[in-house]
């Protein structure tokens, strides 16, 4: 998983690997940005997205406590204004 900001808010790049993942941002800061995650694909193709623990103020959220899914590779979400999440 990527992150990036800008103007627009944060823009998370998740890898279509599945598996349960850790993503430590802002090596340097005091407090590390960090995200657990856990990425699954179901018989149908589709990837399941779990945000496990993060301690982004953009992500405390309650739509963010409850499973996102992707269609398919390439797919883009944007659950809340200011968050949008890629699949690639």
């Not at 590390?32 to 953009?58: C, M, P, W």
């Not at 959220?61 to 690639?88: Q, R, Y």
């Amino acid at each position: 998983m990527h992150i990036f900001r800008d103007e627009n808010g944060i823009r998370l790049v998740v890898s279509h690997q599945t598996g349960h993942y850790a993503a430590h941002f802002a090596t340097y800061a005091p407090e590390q940005e960090f995200i657990n995650y856990t990425l699954e694909r179901d018989k149908h193709g589709r990837y399941h997205l779990s945000l496990d623990k993060t301690n982004l103020v953009a992500l405390d959220s309650p739509v963010f406590k409850k499973e996102l899914v992707f269609g398919d590779l390439g797919d883009s979400l944007t659950p809340i204004k200011g968050v949008t999440l890629m699949l690639i």
